[in-house]
């Protein structure tokens, strides 16, 4: 199958990866010259448990004239979603990142009958140029958009399983994209305002009040939206997922993004909860807080007084 992965950093890397390994004919575009440059000189290397290894799967710089392909996989950041490589007319075009809107840009691009989304909750690291850390074990998630069996994500879920990237069918999609946002808008956007690690958030005492007031207006907006998104499910998820034990230090991609002076998610997350909360005449004021709050740490990071206080150490 022909694969091309439009957007190739840390996750477009582990998947274009996975099922070129697999012996699919994958090509990676990115917008990165020297990730690509890498990739093509040296190979894709991925580090995992195992060891580490370098995968030769060709990369190529947005936007790549290339005959269509069967199968394009969006993992760019959200803010930047586009489907990039040629789209003929049987193409199929799945996105699992995270956020809202990206299934809404993606529809200019291909008809939603060949459209699938999901989510997957595969972690994974870019290192540097050409380099990935494939995070432990996760699963994703996708369907089609439209009512009834879709043929297309049976296929490409059969296609991603058989490439070691284990991931099920949903006849939710919209679903489960909704309920990844929930947690998104909690976890993320918390953990970046508090800069702390994941683990620090659930072990906090007010974690309970604060998260179900945000969940509650994520909850009202999905409602208008015709979509359920059950609190209590995602706050026992959260209580899990952020068990000391299991989290770790680890950091999440919004504080990341911070710390490295690139643009947030934010805007996709909370911000698209204030922004369709306000369409639908519905209250949201603490996303529309959160949003502005994340909007003053991506505009003055730089000059956050521990930041300041270490250049003085
Ligand atoms: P990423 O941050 O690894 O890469 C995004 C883009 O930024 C790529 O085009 C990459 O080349 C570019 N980039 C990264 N570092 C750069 C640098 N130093 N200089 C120039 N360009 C640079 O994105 P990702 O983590 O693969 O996320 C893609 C989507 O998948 C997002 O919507 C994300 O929320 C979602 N997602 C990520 C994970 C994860 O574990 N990484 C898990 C689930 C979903």
């Not at 959200?78 to 003929?88: D, E, Q």
């Not at 991603?160 to 939710?172: E, Q």
């Not at 996303?287 to 003053?296: K, R």
Request: glycine share 10%; aromatic share 4%; charged share 15%.
């Amino acid at each position: 199958m022909k694969v091309t992965i439009a957007g190739s950093g840390a996750m477009g890397c582990r998947f274009g990866g996975a099922l070129f390994s697999a012996g699919h004919e994958v090509v990676l575009l990115d917008g990165w010259p020297e990730h690509v440059a890498a990739i093509n000189a040296g190979g894709l290397r991925i580090s995992d448990e195992a060891g580490s290894r370098a995968v030769r799967v060709p990369a190529a710089l947005f936007p790549a004239a290339a005959d269509p392909a069967d199968l394009v996989i969006v993992f760019t950041k959200a803010t930047a979603t586009a489907a990039a490589g040629a789209i003929g007319p049987s193409t199929l075009v799945l996105t699992l990142q995270n956020g809202l809107g990206n299934i809404e840009v993606l529809r200019s691009y291909v008809p939603q009958a060949r459209l699938l989304a999901g989510t997957t909750t595969l972690g994974t690291e870019l290192l540097g140029p050409g380099h990935i850390r494939a995070l432990g074990s996760g699963e994703t998630v996708l369907g089609a958009l439209g009512p009834g069996h879709s043929d297309h994500a049976d296929r490409t879920v059969l296609t991603l399983s058989a490439a070691g990237l284990p991931t099920r069918v949903t006849a939710d999609a919209l679903g489960v994209i909704w309920a990844k946002v929930a947690f998104n808008c909690v976890m993320n956007s918390l953990c970046s305002i508090a800069s702390i690690p994941v683990s620090a958030l659930a072990a906090y005492d007010g974690f309970d009040a604060l998260a179900s007031s945000i969940l509650r207006e994520v909850a009202a907006v999905a409602a208008a939206e015709g979509v359920v998104v059950d609190i209590a499910a995602a706050l026992r998820l959260m209580k899990a997922q952020f068990d000391p034990a299991a989290s770790g230090g680890h950091l999440a991609s919004m504080l990341q993004d911070l710390m490295n002076g690139r643009p947030t998610e934010i805007a996709q997350l909370n911000g698209a909860i204030a922004a369709r909360a306000a369409a639908h005449g519905i209250e949201a004021p603490l996303n529309a807080l959160i949003t502005q709050l994340v909007g003053l740490l991506e505009a003055t990071w730089p000059r956050r007084v521990n930041h300041l206080h270490g250049d003085r150490q």
